[in-house]
């Protein structure tokens, strides 16, 4: 799997968009990006995931550049409920594995 | 419900006790996995089923760890003999097919004495 880098941490004021970035230089043409995210204590929870088109539903929406190299995870009105680690993870469609970086500490703020 | 469920939801035991854990898919869904997550560290894949084919085994990290899922439904993740190394939350998931996100459970929160 293609390797990605996120910044450690964030803030974002509550009602304000999350915008959480993610680079992934080296995805090859059959990997997806997929976001996860993690509340303190609970297991992940699936957001979103895309290949090459941007993606939206109830909870986010996905922003894939044309080369693919990079993405953007918006949370269009964050709440304090949103506060978690965000995790960036490129796969391919058929793997079974999927392993979870040092991900992205999003804190929104009141 | 509507989500994955695990039980129990915590478990303590003393080393070189046998241990199951269950794990409650989404009903429809066709590939479930069992993961582990230690305090701080990511999660670490253990297994993973799809419908009727064979197991993915390759992340279970000895023969005293193995997972079985009767009718493609509810799966149960056996660790015998434990050591206290295998302390960790045991996350389990499923999905509609391995392409899909994955909708994970509460975990069981093992603590090996």
């Known amino acids: 799997d293609a390797k990605t880098t996120q910044p450690p941490s964030m803030d974002c004021a509550e009602g304000r968009a999350a915008n959480l970035p993610c680079n992934h230089s080296t995805i090859s043409g059959n990997e997806y990006v997929y976001w996860y995210r993690q509340i303190h204590s609970q297991g992940p929870q699936y957001i979103i995931h895309g290949l090459k088109n941007n993606e939206t539903n109830e909870m986010a929406s996905l922003i894939i550049t044309e080369d693919r190299k990079s993405s953007t995870l918006i949370l269009p009105h964050a709440t304090l409920r949103d506060t978690a680690v965000y995790y960036c993870i490129v796969r391919g469609h058929n793997n079974n594995d999927m392993r979870f970086g040092a991900g992205t500490r999003l804190t929104v703020k009141p | 419900g509507a989500g994955v469920s695990q039980s129990p939801s915590n478990k303590v035991t003393e080393k070189g006790k046998d241990v199951e854990l269950r794990c409650d898919p989404i009903?429809?869904?066709?590939?479930l996995y069992w993961y582990r997550q230690s305090l701080g560290q990511g999660l670490e894949f253990l297994i993973y089923f799809q419908g009727n084919s064979a197991p993915d085994k390759s992340g279970l990290p000895s023969d005293r760890f193995s997972a079985e899922r009767t009718g493609g439904s509810v799966s149960t993740l056996t660790i015998q003999r434990t050591q206290q190394e295998d302390s960790a939350v045991y996350l389990c998931?499923?999905?509609?097919?391995?392409?899909?996100?994955?909708?994970f459970g509460p975990g069981t929160r093992l603590t090996v004495l």
């Open positions: 009903s429809g869904h066709t590939a």
């Open positions: 998931a499923s999905s509609f097919s391995v392409a899909d996100g994955r909708f």
